[in-house]
């Protein structure tokens, strides 16, 4: 074996010494023969004569030692890859067209699979991930809802299929006391226990114990990295210290390790991956019978062996035990998830269908080699032709041929790879703010495997073909007619039609796609919000517990802040609510109807909100019957609601339900009765949703929160009141932070940035798709023009006129476009079901979209055909004859 | 003249060994020896031995180095490795085996 190495690598390297040593022995024996025939008695002549004869080709004996020194293969590569280099050297034309058109298309194919490998294939940076899970409840009206705390701690001291169990909500906090101006800082509150869930611990210090979850032990924290470096120095002696927080004193128990990842949550969301600043304890407070309110969300680590399902299953065992000891835990349902498909669940399709889409550039981009490399075949035929009659066996043409295309393939690779690390950054930027995991998104080693692999397998793909085609060229004809070819193109030029008919149908499938996308973007953008998002300026403000301790004072601040801002110049209205649209706020509660009972097993149900009297003008959300609230509606007057339209519709159908009374209590006292006072119309919670949940609003004087957004209608540019904005809410609370300034224009984006993502992305393959094609039907049709000129000349000196040749021209792309069309159309209606959850309002199969893309696609190759077609019909029928 | 028979996959090798054992040779005196001592019956193209002697040499079964042949000229000479001589007598040992089945079979039938 090592013998057998050794001996190969001195051969390789010893190259020339090997060979000339080779030559020496063979001269060697050849004057040995001529001796014994000279012996035999013959002339020198005669005897030398006799000894080629019998010795046979010398070099054919060479070539076979060195197969047999086991070189071969490996020099013979070198000599095709040097010989590769020199052909396309020699047509530069060619090669740029080739290579660059699949950089473009590899390199676009990496791109796609850099976001894929880092968002879908890459495991959760936790440890054994695929043992975290979701924990949620679900019922027919709510799908994925949040926990109620005394059901969790119910799970968590009952479940057995869990290492461990955790639960979080969203509470921000404001940093104060800190290097700099009041800071919001995204916040969480945590069971004990929870990094010990996702497997994470902190880099100092420790993390909550099961004490901090007493009330009243809520004043301690854990900050992040980030939050530790930027406002603390990265102090060591931080643990133990005490920070200003909401004007209170908490004590630093902990600080994460950089890279601590946010799992994602639904409830006041904060995206997989993004920044939390500080995590501080879940404390559980109130009557533990009260099972009526969710707002934290469950997570889990399974035991080894337990899947999600037998988890659920025993979950749901002991939701029907709560079920019967507390009436509101009745009727719902446990959902376990793993945490995996909760993070990317969303994305995953879009990105498949990315992928789907690039990878049919890239067989388009095949398909246009193989046809750019047939027709240069022809072209070679000679050559093939000499080299076969030379004694080249037909597989050793096959071999430098595809050697060829591999070169080809591996050169636009590397380019692709580099136009990748580019696009990936660009990509990356572009990309929908809520999209999972982006921050990890980079071209890392498994990209670089996948383009070599792709690139590699792209070679062969359009090469092999060719090749073999080109191979079976007929030595003595090649020879015979010079290199023209008239009988032997009738197979290879079935093979390169066939080629520009499945390039131009690939590239209609994706015309239809960024089409339905495109349709379904425009719908979006022109459907009706429910309110009006043009000049208006948003932000977020939490006044401090320590501060605003009743509620009095806090519906002051508010009132005052708003009456402020309403007197400042330029200024409509401005207003204040517990939440804005398309932000994720999702707070239901029960309630009871004056009249009216539910459905065996069911409540009713409502989205709850706070607003003051002009938030709904601010927004422009319009009333639809009733009034707004008014600073009437105060502590000392009813309490008073306006709802929503599906409210109004669901508990008083055909009813006026302005006057209606709803109540949260089970035995409710006359003072607990609330009266709707007006009906607004519906802002969904996504564009897309088909409908606005039930919801209703309080008076934010009657009913006020400490966390509000604000909503300021201006009559010009928003931009230029963001500054007077902060300077009133400075003048009534110098160590208020002003956080999320936005306008609702930019949350209105927002929300259609998927869907953009989406179409940009698959619009842009389309097009590169439609150039291709539109390259591939030039090349033939130039081609066969070119193969015809005689034909073409002969015609004319026959008496055909110039447009009767154009349309012989004509006609033959025609053909080839139309059944590509067809073909293009029937594979669009078959695929195009795979986007049915990516596309809004519009039928996979819509007739606008498939007649536009059918007849886009015609002109673009018709387009793609005149030039040549042109250059046929003025051919002189002279010089055409002459080229004979 | 004698009729020529054409070699049998494999048994060049064998033959080339065999001719090997009794002492170092060249290329062409392999051919030779063959030759004179099959009574012309087998007959060695070059063609196919120089590659056989390049194969044998890579697996190690023999070696090569350059001498003087008898007429005072640079020759490469080849001889048996000691792996090849154990190659050889394993290769004879299942020649003798085929050829007596063989015999065996033409014979009964």
């Given at each position: 074996m090592l013998n057998d190495l050794l001996f190969r690598l001195r051969a390789l390297f010893r190259r020339n010494a090997v060979e000339t040593e080779l030559g020496e022995e063979l001269i060697f024996h050849f004057e040995n023969e001529v001796e014994k025939y000279k012996r035999a008695g013959m002339s020198e002549d005669e005897a030398r004569r006799r000894a080629r004869m019998v010795f046979g080709g010398q070099e054919q004996v060479k070539e076979d030692c060195r197969e047999a020194r086991g070189t071969s293969f490996i020099e013979a590569t070198l000599q095709d890859i040097r010989y590769a280099a020199r052909q396309l050297a020699g047509h530069p034309t060619f090669a740029v067209v080739i290579i660059l058109t699949l950089a473009l298309s590899i390199g676009a194919n990496s791109a796609i699979f850099s976001v894929i490998d880092s968002v879908l294939l890459k495991s959760l940076p936790y440890p054994q991930p695929e043992r975290l899970v979701r924990i949620f409840l679900t019922n027919a009206?709510?799908?994925?809802?949040?926990?109620?705390?005394?059901?969790?701690?119910?799970?968590?001291?009952?479940?057995?299929?869990?290492?461990?169990?955790?639960?979080?909500?969203?509470?921000?906090?404001?940093?104060?006391?800190?290097?700099?101006?009041?800071?919001?800082?995204?916040?969480?509150?945590?069971?004990?226990?929870?990094?010990?869930?996702?497997?994470?611990?902190?880099?100092?210090?420790?993390?909550?114990?099961?004490?901090?979850?007493?009330?009243?032990?809520?004043?301690?924290?854990?900050?992040?990295?980030?939050?530790?470096?930027?406002?603390?120095?990265?102090?060591?002696?931080?643990?133990?210290?005490?920070?200003?927080?909401?004007?209170?004193?908490?004590?630093?128990?902990?600080?994460?390790?950089?890279?601590?990842?946010?799992?994602?949550?639904?409830?006041?969301?904060?995206?997989?991956?993004?920044?939390?600043?500080?995590?501080?304890?879940?404390?559980?407070?109130?009557?533990?019978?009260?099972?009526?309110?969710?707002?934290?969300?469950?997570?889990?680590?399974?035991?080894?062996g337990v899947t999600a399902e037998q988890a659920q299953s025993e979950m749901n065992a002991i939701m029907a035990q709560l079920g019967r000891e507390y009436p509101n835990d009745a009727h719902w349902h446990v959902m376990v998830n793993?945490?995996?498909?909760?993070?990317?669940?969303?994305?995953?399709?879009?990105?498949?269908?990315?992928?789907?889409?690039?990878?049919?550039?890239?067989?388009?981009?095949?398909?246009?080699?193989?046809?750019?490399?047939?027709?240069?075949?022809?072209?070679?035929?000679?050559?093939?032709?000499?080299?076969?009659?030379?004694?080249?066996?037909?597989s050793r043409l096959v071999r430098q041929l595809l050697t060829e295309s591999l070169l080809i393939a591996l050169v636009g690779g590397t380019l692709g790879l580099a136009m990748a690390v580019g696009g990936v950054k660009a990509l990356v930027s572009f990309l929908p703010s809520d999209f999972p995991r982006a921050h990890e998104i980079h071209v890392s080693a498994p990209v670089f495997a996948f383009t070599f692999l792709i690139s590699a397998a792209t070679g062969i793909l359009f090469g092999l073909i060719p090749a073999i085609q080109a191979s079976r060229t007929d030595p003595r004809q090649g020879l015979h007619e010079g290199g023209r070819t008239a009988t032997g193109s009738g197979r290879s030029s079935r093979l390169r039609n066939a080629l520009v008919v499945s390039e131009v149908s690939l590239a209609c499938v994706l015309l239809i796609g960024a089409g339905l996308m495109l349709r379904s973007l425009l719908n979006l953008l022109h459907l009706d919000p429910g309110f009006k998002q043009e000049h208006v300026l948003t932000a977020s403000l939490s006044l401090p517990e320590a501060q605003y301790k009743t509620s009095v004072m806090t519906s002051q601040f508010f009132d005052e802040l708003t009456t402020k801002l309403s007197s400042l110049?330029?200024?409509?209205?401005?207003?204040?609510?517990?939440?804005l649209p398309w932000t994720g706020y999702d707070e239901n509660t029960s309630l009871n109807v004056e009249g009216k009972q539910p459905a065996p097993h069911e409540e009713f149900h409502a989205r709850y909100h706070s607003a003051t009297p002009d938030y709904f003008?601010?927004?422009?959300?319009?009333?639809?019957?009733?009034?707004?609230?008014?600073?009437?509606?105060?502590?000392?007057?009813?309490?008073?609601?306006?709802?929503?339209?599906?409210?109004?519709?669901?508990?008083?159908?055909?009813?006026?339900?302005?006057?209606?009374?709803?109540?949260?209590?089970d035995k409710p006292t006359e003072k607990d009765w609330n009266t709707v006072v007006g009906v607004v119309g519906d802002v969904k919670d996504k564009p897309n949703s088909a409908s606005a949940e039930p919801a209703f609003w309080w008076a934010s004087l009657q009913v006020p929160y400490r966390n509000m957004s604000l909503a300021v209608r201006t009559a010009s540019d928003q931009q230029l009141l963001v500054d007077a904005v902060r300077d009133e809410v400075k003048g009534l609370d110098p160590a208020l932070a002003v956080a999320n300034v936005q306008l609702m224009d930019e949350i209105v984006q927002g929300s259609v940035a998927t869907p953009r993502f989406a179409f940009v992305l698959v619009g842009m393959f389309a097009g590169l798709a439609i150039l291709l094609a539109a390259i591939g039907t030039y090349g033939v049709i130039a081609y066969s023009i070119s193969q015809r000129t005689a034909e073409f000349g002969l015609r004319m000196a026959m008496g055909a006129q110039r447009s009767d040749v154009l349309r012989l021209v004509l006609m033959q792309a025609a053909k080839l476009v139309l059944t590509g069309t067809v073909l293009g159309i029937g594979l669009g209606l078959l695929l195009a079901r795979v986007l049915k959850n990516l596309i809004y309002e519009v039928s996979p199969a819509d007739p606008l979209t498939f007649s536009a893309v059918a007849l886009m696609v015609i002109a673009i190759a018709v387009l793609a055909c005149y030039v040549p077609a042109r250059k046929a019909m003025q051919a002189d029928p002279m010089v055409a004859l002459r080229a004979e | 003249m004698t009729e020529r028979i054409d070699l049998p996959q494999g048994t060049l090798d064998l033959l080339i060994l065999r001719t090997l054992s009794l002492g170092p040779q060249h290329g062409w005196a392999i051919s030779e020896r063959v030759q004179q001592v099959s009574s012309d019956v087998l007959r060695i193209q070059q063609g196919s031995l120089y590659p056989a002697l390049h194969r044998l040499e890579r697996r190690g079964w023999i070696k090569a180095k350059w001498g003087t042949s008898e007429n005072n000229r640079r020759a490469k000479y080849y001889e048996l490795t000691r792996s090849g001589r154990k190659q050889l007598e394993a290769e004879t040992e299942s020649w003798r085996k085929l050829t007596a089945a063989v015999a065996q079979i033409l014979e009964s039938m």
């Open positions: 009206t709510y799908p994925k809802f949040a926990l109620n705390p005394f059901d969790f701690r119910d799970y968590r001291a009952r479940g057995k299929s869990f290492d461990g169990l955790a639960a979080i909500t969203r509470d921000d906090l404001q940093l104060s006391g800190g290097s700099g101006a009041p800071l919001m800082l995204n916040g969480f509150r945590i069971t004990s226990g929870y990094f010990r869930v996702l497997g994470l611990r902190p880099e100092l210090g420790r993390e909550f114990d099961e004490k901090a979850e007493l009330a009243g032990n809520q004043q301690q924290v854990i900050l992040s990295d980030r939050l530790w470096r930027a406002q603390f120095g990265a102090a060591k002696d931080i643990v133990g210290r005490k920070i200003t927080l909401n004007d209170q004193p908490f004590t630093v128990v902990g600080v994460m390790p950089r890279g601590t990842e946010h799992p994602g949550n639904e409830y006041h969301s904060l995206v997989y991956g993004n920044d939390v600043d500080v995590w501080w304890p879940f404390t559980f407070e109130g009557n533990p019978a009260q099972r009526g309110s969710h707002y934290i969300e469950g997570f889990g680590r399974l035991k080894d793993p945490l995996y498909r909760e993070v990317v669940g969303s994305s995953q399709r879009m990105l498949w269908v990315l992928l789907g889409a690039v990878g049919m550039v890239l067989l388009i981009a095949c398909a246009n080699a193989a046809n750019l490399l047939l027709a240069r075949a022809s072209a070679r035929q000679r050559e093939l032709a000499v080299r076969l009659a030379l004694g080249a066996q037909r110049p330029g200024v409509e209205s401005a207003g204040a609510g517990t939440d003008r601010a927004l422009g959300v319009p009333l639809l019957s009733g009034r707004f609230f008014t600073k009437a509606d105060n502590k000392d007057a009813p309490t008073v609601l306006i709802i929503n339209r599906v409210m109004a519709e669901k508990y008083w159908p055909h009813e006026n339900a302005v006057g209606k009374r709803v109540t949260f209590e | -």
